[in-house]
C-alpha cells in the first residue's frame, strides 16, 4: 500500500530523514514508534505531500507523492497531531466542508456524514459547535473527518497525545474499530509503547531520523530474548554452575545469569507463567537453598526501543556493545543481553 | 493495490461523470461557505466593525463639519446638499472596505495558527482554489459591512438611484478583491501573529488615510500627491464620490474603474502566488 524508498529530508544542514525506506502491506496497523523530534510526523507530513522530501519518494496507493500529489491526497486521510477542525462550525459542518472539498458525490454526501458520525460516536453532538467539544470528541471528529471520503489510507499522528487514560481508551477502542469496519491501511505515529503495542500489526522504530528496527511486536520482544524470571534465593551465594545444569533439561530456558548488583538469579524462558512452576519444581529438587522471591517480566516496548537505540548508537559509535554493561539499570542491560 | 469490498474504488472514479470546473467550483463553493459561516457567527467581529466607521462618520463628520470655515475652501461648496460628512461618506464605505479586507485577508494568519488551514491543503484541492474561495469570502464580508453603512447613508441624506447602485457595488467588490488579495498576500507570508500589528500600522491606516478618504486631494502638497496617487483606494474613493454625491474627482469614472481593475488582477495575481508557495506546515 505504501512504498517509501530512500527518502531522505534536510532543513539547511539538520537531517531530520535519513535514508527511510519501509513497505506498508494492505490493511495493515502500521506503527511508527520514536521519541519526540526523532522524525514521525515530518515523515507523517511528507507521505501526506505537505512537505516535499529532499530526495527520494514514496508510493502511496500506487501514486507517487513527488508527481501526483493530488491523487495521493485524495487517497488518504490524515488526522493531524493538534486539532485542526473549525471550532466555529458545528461537527456536521466541518464534515460538509471537508465532503465538498473531496468531491464526495452529492448523493452519497449525507449517508457518509451520517456513517462517519455513527463511527465515531458523536452523532447526538453533531450538530454543536466544535469548541464545546471536549479534547477527545474534537479528537474523534478528526477521525471521522480522515475517513469522509472513504480513503485507501489513514494517518494518524499521535492520536491519543494530551487524552486521559480513560479517553485514551476510548480512543483505541475507536481505532480498532474502524481498521476493523473500514478496512483501510493505518499508519500511526506514537511515543507510546503500549498503544503500539495494543493497536499496531507492525512496528517500525524511528530514532534520529532513522529507521531502526522493523517487526511485529511480538518479534521485536522476542528478540530480546524471551520472558525474564528474577528469582532472589535465601543463600546470596548460589551456585550458578550447578542452576545452569539443572536447568539444561528444560528446552524453554534459554539462558541463566546471575544479576551482580544484587545476586539474583536471572532465568531467560519462554511462556514464563506455564513454565515457572516447572522450574520452581526442579530448582527445589536440586538446591539446598529456598526461593524467597519471584519476579516475573515480560520485555516491554520500551525494553525493545532501549535496546534498538542503544544498539544503533554503539554501533555507529563502532563501540563494542558490552563496555556499557556497567552503566544503567536493569532495563539497559536487559536490552544487552538480547543482542547476545 | 488489492481493492476492498464496499470501498469507492478510488476518487477519479467516484467523479468520473464532472467536469474539473464543476469539481472545482463545489471546492470553492466550500471554502467561501465556511467562511460567510464564520463571519456570521462573529457577530462582535460585525459589531465592531460597523461600529468604528460609524464613529468616523458621525464624531469626524459632524466635529469637522461643523467648522464653516474648513467647508468654506472645498470646491465643490456648491452643491449645499453636501456637507463634510456626506463628503467623506464614500470614504468611510472605503474605510470599512478596507479594515474588513485587509484583516479578513490576514486573518489566514490564524487558520495556519490552529492547524485548519493544513487541514485543507492536505485535501486535494489546488491553492487557487482555496485564494479565490477566501477572497470571495472576503468580499462577501466586505459588501455585507458596506450595505449596512449604505443604509446609513439614507440617514445622512446620500440619494442613490438602481445605476449608482450597482457602480456603488462594483466598486466596493473591486476594491474589496484587492484588499484581501493583499491581506491574504501578506498572511501567506507570515509564520506568526505578531505581524499582525505591522500589517496594522503598516498597511491598513497608511491606505486608509492616503486614499483621500478625509479630504480632497486638490491642494496637496506633491510628496502627499503622489503618496495618494500609489494607493489604490484613492481611485475607489474617486469613483464612489462621482457616483454617490455627483462630484468630479481627481480622475475620470473610466480611469478609477480601470486602475482598480489593474490592482485587483495584480494583487489577485501576486496573492495566488504567494498561496502556491506557501509552506503548507
Known amino acids: 500500500m505504501i512504498t517509501i524508498k530512500n527518502l531522505f529530508k534536510q532543513y539547511d544542514n539538520v537531517t531530520v530523514l535519513n535514508d527511510i525506506n519501509i513497505e506498508v502491506f494492505d490493511n495493515e496497523v502500521f506503527g511508527l514508534l520514536g521519541p519526540n523530534g526523532a522524525g514521525k510526523t515530518t515523515l507523517i507530513h511528507i507521505l501526506a505531500t505537505l512537505i516535499k522530501p529532499t530526495a527520494g519518494t514514496a508510493i502511496v496507493n500506487g501514486y507517487d507523492i513527488i508527481k501526483n500529489p493530488s491523487e495521493v491526497r485524495s487517497s488518504i486521510g490524515i488526522v493531524f497531531q493538534a486539532p485542526s477542525s473549525d471550532d466555529m462550525l458545528t461537527g456536521y459542518e466541518n464534515l460538509k466542508l471537508h465532503s465538498l472539498l473531496y468531491a464526495v458525490p452529492k448523493e452519497l454526501r449525507e449517508k457518509r456524514i451520517s456513517e462517519v458520525l455513527e463511527l465515531v460516536g458523536l452523532t447526538n453532538r453533531k450538530d454543536d459547535q466544535v469548541k464545546k467539544y471536549s479534547g477527545g470528541m474534537r479528537r474523534r471528529l478528526e477521525i471521522a473527518r480522515g475517513l469522509l471520503h472513504k480513503p485507501t489510507v489513514i494517518f494518524l499522528d499521535e492520536p491519543t497525545l494530551g487524552l486521559d487514560p480513560s479517553s485514551r481508551e476510548v480512543m483505541w477502542k475507536y481505532i480498532n474499530r474502524l481498521v476493523k469496519d473500514e478496512k483501510i491501511t493505518l499508519i500511526l505515529t506514537t511515543h507510546y509503547m503500549e498503544e503500539a503495542d495494543f493497536l499496531c500489526d507492525r512496528i517500525g522504530i524511528i530514532d534520529k531520523g532513522m529507521i531502526i528496527a522493523v517487526d511485529s511486536p511480538t518479534q521485536l520482544k522476542e528478540q530480546l530474548g524471551g520472558e525474564v524470571i528474577e528469582m532472589e534465593f535465601a543463600n546470596k551465594h548460589v551456585d550458578k554452575e550447578n542452576i545452569d545444569r539443572v536447568l539444561k533439561q528444560c528446552n524453554f530456558v534459554r539462558k541463566v545469569e546471575i544479576d551482580a548488583k544484587n545476586g539474583n538469579v536471572l532465568i531467560y524462558v519462554d511462556d514464563a507463567s506455564h513454565n515457572l512452576p516447572t522450574i520452581l519444581k526442579i530448582l527445589d529438587k536440586a538446591n539446598n537453598t529456598e526461593v524467597e522471591s519471584v519476579e516475573l517480566r515480560s520485555p516491554t516496548l520500551n525494553d525493545v526501543f532501549l535496546k534498538f537505540a542503544q544498539r544503533h548508537i554503539t554501533k555507529k559509535q563502532g563501540l563494542d556493545e558490552d563496555e556499557d554493561d556497567s552503566e544503567g539499570g536493569f532495563m539497559e542491560k536487559y536490552a544487552q543481553y538480547g543482542n547476545k | ?281
Not at chain 2, 474627482?249 to 502566488?273: C, H, P, Q, R, W
Request: a positive charge; aromatic letters at 14%; charged letters at 10%.
Open chain 2, 1 to 281: 493495490m488489492i481493492l476492498k469490498e464496499g470501498l469507492w474504488k478510488n476518487m477519479p472514479n467516484m467523479v468520473i461523470n464532472k467536469s474539473w470546473i464543476e469539481l472545482g467550483l463545489g471546492k470553492l463553493y466550500a471554502i467561501w461557505l465556511r467562511e460567510f459561516k464564520v463571519f456570521l457567527r462573529e457577530k462582535s467581529r460585525l459589531i465592531a466593525s460597523t461600529f468604528t466607521p460609524l464613529l468616523w462618520l458621525f464624531v469626524i463628520g459632524e466635529g469637522f463639519g461643523s467648522t464653516t470655515d474648513f467647508f468654506g475652501t472645498m470646491d465643490f461648496a456648491a452643491d449645499s446638499s453636501i456637507g463634510y460628512q456626506q463628503f467623506i461618506f464614500p470614504g468611510i464605505i472605503c474605510m470599512s472596505v478596507i479594515f474588513t479586507s485587509v484583516f479578513f485577508g490576514s486573518y489566514i494568519i490564524w487558520d495556519r495558527k490552529f492547524d485548519f488551514l493544513k487541514s485543507v491543503m492536505v485535501a486535494p484541492v489546488s491553492r487557487t482554489t482555496i485564494f479565490l474561495g477566501k477572497a470571495f469570502g472576503g468580499m462577501t464580508t466586505s459588501l455585507i459591512q458596506a450595505a449596512i453603512l449604505l443604509v446609513v447613508g439614507f440617514v445622512i441624506g446620500i440619494h442613490y438611484t438602481p445605476l449608482s447602485m450597482v457602480f456603488i457595488i462594483i466598486i466596493i467588490l473591486l476594491l474589496s478583491f484587492t484588499l484581501t488579495s493583499l491581506g491574504l498576500t501578506l498572511g501567506s507570508h507570515m509564520e506568526s501573529l505578531e505581524g499582525f500589528q505591522l500589517i496594522v500600522s503598516f498597511v491598513v491606516f497608511p491606505l486608509y488615510f492616503l486614499s483621500g478618504a478625509l479630504f480632497p486631494l486638490n491642494n496637496l502638497p506633491t510628496w502627499l500627491s503622489i503618496l495618494t496617487t500609489l494607493d489604490p483606494v484613492t481611485y475607489g474613493v474617486d469613483a464612489l464620490r462621482e457616483v454617490m454625491l455627483g462630484i468630479t474627482g481627481m480622475n475620470s469614472f473610466a480611469l478609477n474603474i480601470s486602475v482598480l481593475l489593474l490592482s485587483a488582477a495584480a494583487l489577485g495575481t501576486v496573492g495566488i502566488l504567494s498561496f502556491r508557495r506557501m509552506k503548507a506546515v
